[in-house]
């Protein structure tokens, strides 16, 4: 991924010998410079403001009540000119597959990706302007700052997405193909609405017309936060008769919702491994330790989801941290990207029940179950699933090339150990900052990044100043191009659960016959749909009082039926074509889905034979690791 400002000259392609697109083009030049600018000091202001928090609350005892409340200010403003960085270097994440296995018709595929962009973006503008103003002169509990501050974030960021997508169209011209998908949009559009009251009709099945809007929009090529906000849009537009402005209050609540600061933190920390030298000390001691194996970081991979898991509670956090530290390491070794995505995906899945999971203590406090007893409950089943991935790693890399790396000393490869321990020493530090309170899991990634720099600085003697402000743009650019799609997902879960679907299922799942087996299976298969349409949290908060109770009559317990049932979301999460998960694995990797694509089921499928296990194993849940 490269620095959104080095792509800015991307606006120097517009005809030179024109004096209009000449200034058009600095003026371009200039605002891209100046949103990166700001961006990257919202990260530095994020990192400084919640490393105060953490040290005023633990050595001070005197907690700043107001940092929450600044710090998602600031993250919805990360996420809207990150948004806009992401898409003016093309970087949002997108399903390509159809466009590249169709090269010819490239063009035709991005400008209809293009069109129904900016008519998403063009639809959704008047109404966060509107849901803006009507927040004017009201104001935040703790610091009494104007409302109209945060809110003010979508439209603003709406717009500058609109000018970089339209400045995109005109880099790109083919007007004939711009014009003839303008038409074809607008019909697909017009059609919907003047049939609304049809549509509306069919009930519980217009939704399934909308998600075959959406397939289409995925398959096209448009980014995926665009294709959930379309969608959405149109159900809200053509089948629910909702105010428009819900759709923004959602997109807004997903995109600043305060776990969610953990994911810029660890995307800093993550790159930050790489240029202090803490990711290069790491490796270079496990590859002195599996150079002669095959397929050795794959495992490395597994290990460190594992382990990482447990310190973060956030699936989006743990791919932050894992993904920048070990993805460029293994390009270079010559590892296949699409399958490295996969098995990032894969791992994400098995370590949904690893504490301090998210999902763990939701599912918790909303059906009243010992988030202890889950904690210790969620290990064994994420080991048994982990064991499964490693030994599915191993029979592959059998049909690998051997590697090309020579046998290290032992007296090497104990150096490399002695040079690797403040780095592996990183993983401890987190941990304990959660262990002792120090930290939140949200938090916490402040700490590593203190300690990362401190250790680039004076032990491994690499830290080049010149490179942080780069790491700050890359940092707002990914997390805005992720923040963007949980903000779009979070409105499109709105929608599901508006249509009502969700209490049918339920009902459904009540009445199977097959006793205790045949509700699991059930249960399984649910949540895996469950889990490639909603978040974890509001599918819990959704279906867990209403299948819960069904379990229980059956005398499942509870903690067994928690671990099948996060287990089974955490697949449904990371499965294309809809697994906001799987394009977060992509994103973060920087790695094309169409080419992780080709790969994820085989691992989704060594997943769910886990969760077989699992499942039909409640001893399993039991177990202390």
């Known amino acids: 991924m490269q620095v959104p400002m080095q792509l800015a000259a991307q606006a120097a392609d517009w005809p030179q010998r024109d004096p209009v697109a000449g200034r058009a083009a600095r003026l371009l030049n200039g605002l891209y410079a100046g949103i990166a600018a700001i961006a990257a000091a919202l990260i530095a202001g994020e990192i400084v403001l919640l490393l105060a928090s953490v040290f005023w609350r633990y050595a001070l005892h005197r907690p700043l009540v107001w940092s929450d409340e600044v710090a998602t200010v600031v993250l919805i403003w990360v996420g809207v000119l990150g948004a806009t960085l992401a898409g003016h270097g093309g970087q949002h994440i997108r399903m390509s597959a159809l466009v590249s296995a169709l090269p010819r018709h490239r063009d035709k595929f991005d400008s209809v990706a293009s069109v129904a962009t900016l008519v998403t973006l063009g639809a959704l503008l008047p109404v966060a302007i509107e849901y803006c103003f009507s927040e004017w002169g009201l104001s935040s509990p703790a610091l009494g700052i104007p409302?109209?501050?945060?809110?003010?974030?979508?439209?603003?960021?709406?717009?500058?997405?609109?000018?970089?997508?339209?400045?995109?169209?005109?880099?790109?011209?083919?007007?004939?193909?711009?014009?003839?998908?303008?038409?074809?949009?607008?019909?697909?559009?017009?059609?919907?609405?003047?049939?609304?009251?049809?549509?509306?009709?069919?009930?519980?099945?217009?939704?399934?017309?909308?998600?075959?809007?959406?397939?289409?929009?995925?398959?096209?090529?448009?980014?995926?936060?665009?294709?959930?906000?379309?969608a959405s849009a149109l159900y809200v537009l053509c089948a629910d008769g909702t105010p428009m402005s819900i759709v923004t209050m959602r997109f807004e609540e997903g995109m600043a919702h305060l776990i969610l600061l953990a994911i810029p933190l660890f995307v800093a920390l993550g790159l930050l491994l790489q240029v202090t030298g803490l990711a290069q000390a790491m490796i270079g001691f496990l590859a002195s330790l599996l150079g002669r194996v095959r397929g050795g970081l794959n495992y490395v991979l597994i290990v460190a989801m594992y382990v990482v898991s447990g310190i973060s509670g956030s699936k989006a956090a743990d791919i932050a941290a894992i993904a920048p530290a070990l993805f460029p390491d293994m390009k270079r070794r010559g590892y296949d990207e699409g399958d490295m995505a996969a098995l990032l995906s894969a791992s994400a899945a098995m370590s949904e029940t690893i504490p301090p999971s998210l999902?763990?203590?939701?599912?918790?406090?909303?059906?009243?179950?010992?988030?202890?007893?889950?904690?210790?409950?969620?290990?064994?089943?994420?080991?048994?699933?982990?064991?499964?991935?490693?030994?599915?790693?191993?029979?592959?890399?059998?049909?690998?090339?051997?590697?090309?790396?020579?046998?290290?000393?032992?007296?090497?490869?104990?150096?490399?150990?002695?040079?690797?321990?403040?780095?592996?020493?990183?993983?401890?530090?987190?941990?304990?900052?959660?262990?002792?309170?120090?930290?939140?899991?949200?938090?916490?990634?402040?700490?590593?990044?203190?300690?990362?720099?401190?250790?680039?600085?004076?032990i491994y003697r690499c830290l080049d100043p010149k490179k942080l402000y780069p790491l700050l743009v890359e940092t707002a650019t990914t997390s805005g191009a992720i923040l963007l799609i949980m903000g779009t997902a979070t409105a499109m879960a709105w929608v599901i659960s508006q249509s009502g679907v969700s209490n049918e299922l339920a009902a459904l799942v009540k009445t199977l016959p097959g006793g205790r087996s045949m509700f699991l299976l059930v249960s399984i298969c649910v949540f895996i749909l469950v889990g490639s349409l909603l978040e974890g949290i509001p599918a819990i908060v959704l279906f867990a009082p209403l299948l819960f109770p069904a379990s229980r009559a059956l005398g499942i317990d509870d903690v067994h039926y928690s671990m099948v049932v996060i287990l089974a979301m955490g697949i449904g999460l990371f499965a294309p074509p809809i697994g906001v998960g799987f394009y977060l694995a992509c994103g973060m990797g920087k790695v094309e889905p169409g080419l992780a694509s080709r790969h994820i089921w085989r691992y989704l499928a060594v997943v769910l034979a886990g969760l077989l296990v699992v499942a039909f194993v409640p001893q399993l849940t039991l177990l202390k690791v």
């Open 147 to 230: 409302n109209v501050v945060r809110h003010a974030a979508l439209p603003v960021g709406l717009a500058l997405m609109l000018v970089s997508e339209l400045e995109r169209v005109i880099r790109r011209g083919a007007w004939w193909h711009v014009a003839a998908a303008a038409v074809g949009v607008a019909v697909v559009t017009v059609g919907l609405y003047l049939f609304s009251e049809q549509v509306e009709a069919l009930g519980h099945w217009s939704l399934l017309l909308f998600f075959v809007v959406l397939g289409v929009l995925l398959v096209t090529g448009i980014p995926i936060a665009f294709a959930f906000a379309a």
């Open 359 to 458: 999902v763990l203590i939701t599912i918790g406090s909303v059906m009243g179950i010992s988030i202890a007893a889950l904690f210790k409950g969620g290990l064994a089943p994420a080991l048994v699933i982990a064991i499964a991935l490693w030994l599915y790693v191993a029979l592959r890399a059998r049909k690998l090339p051997a590697p090309s790396a020579q046998q290290t000393p032992p007296r090497e490869v104990g150096r490399l150990f002695v040079v690797a321990l403040p780095a592996f020493g990183l993983p401890f530090v987190i941990r304990g900052a959660i262990v002792n309170g120090v930290a939140t899991a949200t938090e916490v990634a402040t700490i590593g990044i203190v300690y990362a720099l401190l250790a680039g600085w004076l």
